[in-house]
């Protein structure tokens, strides 16, 4: 097996096999492409960093402000995301530069289909998240501690070196919760721009206005989950609110941040026609029609094992009920082969991108344009993509 990133970019494991090595089981991947940054992954290996955005309390208290818990933590404590450390009344990250999970991705994995298509993304995520999703598909590295997985010594400059080196287009803060490593993915973003890498996230957008307006000056682009238009849901199943999802996705908008929008469809549980045609509504008043929405299929994982995997027959429901509300680009996730992978011009109606799973076909586009009738096409393009 090779050595470096060019190794890792041969070896073809799932993502799930590169979750589990993460979370426990002997990695056998090293880094990184020059033999002088050479480093294997070390089982706990952190490196405290000061943290952002909390304010000092009575009696050596800190406030965690980077999201919407505000969570009050004690010396010695740490927050809920399980990352983040109150150490003699000085708050520290304890996942900078220590990712646990690297990755080089398709860009519609993310899923992305509006971004460069075709092209590769360096895609990295640290343990920890501030949400419990019942429904996590990446569990094992979310709801741990980083002390608890195999982590590469990775600071900011080595993943934009890294992403340059491998030919990636952008970098992609994903797998857990982004905004738990929220400096990491600061300083690596800021050191990306004038390297010509786009910075994109997949994230749950569960985030407090300041850090997000900092945030929003450093991403091209963001997937946001909507897990539901139902505050009851979030409250439940994801142990969040709905609002502050809303406000991210207004905030980044107003920011000029392209925006894709991932809607896990669970049977019977966020699933209903009606909420799902006021979702759609609220996106094109808000958000725009031309705004892309992934309806995602759902299969049985960590605590919802016992549920079923979302009918076919769904999820083309919803995506009928969606371009009904007058949304333009509506997809179907998690089920390779279908015709709604595809992108159709919303002028003319024709196919302009064919997509097979993550696998990019036939691409009829001149610049940001419809090949066929020149329109513009919503997105981030590049002509040699």
Partial sequence: MKSGWQGLCSYQCSRRTFVQASAGVLALLSLPARPARGQAMQYGYLKPHPAA?????????????????????????????????????KYYS????????????????????????GSLSFSIATAGCNLHCKFCQNWEISQTRPEKTYNFDLPPEKVVAAARDNRCRSIAYTYVEPIIFFEYMRDAARLAKPAGILNVCHSAGYINPQPLEELAGLLDGACIDLKAFDGKFYRELVDAELEPVLNT????RRHQVHVEIVNLVIPQLNDAPDKLTRMCAWIKDELGPLTPLHFSRFYPL????????????TLERARDLARKAGLQYVYIGNLPGHEAENTFCHHCHKLIIARQGYKIGEVHLQGGNCAYCGGAIPGLWDKKA
């Fill in 302 to 313: 960590y605590k919802m094992l016992n549920h079923y995997p979302t009918p076919v027959s």
């Fill in 94 to 117: 304890l996942v900078y530069g220590n990712p646990c999970a690297v990755h080089l991705d398709p860009i519609e994995k993310k899923p992305f289909f509006h971004i460069l298509p």
């Fill in 249 to 252: 996705l207004k905030t980044l």
């Fill in 53 to 89: 955005f909390y304010r000092r309390m009575d009696q050596g208290l800190v406030q965690c402000q980077l999201c919407p818990r505000n969570c009050e933590v004690l010396p010695g404590d740490r927050g809920e995301c399980g990352v983040r450390e109150n150490r003699a009344g």
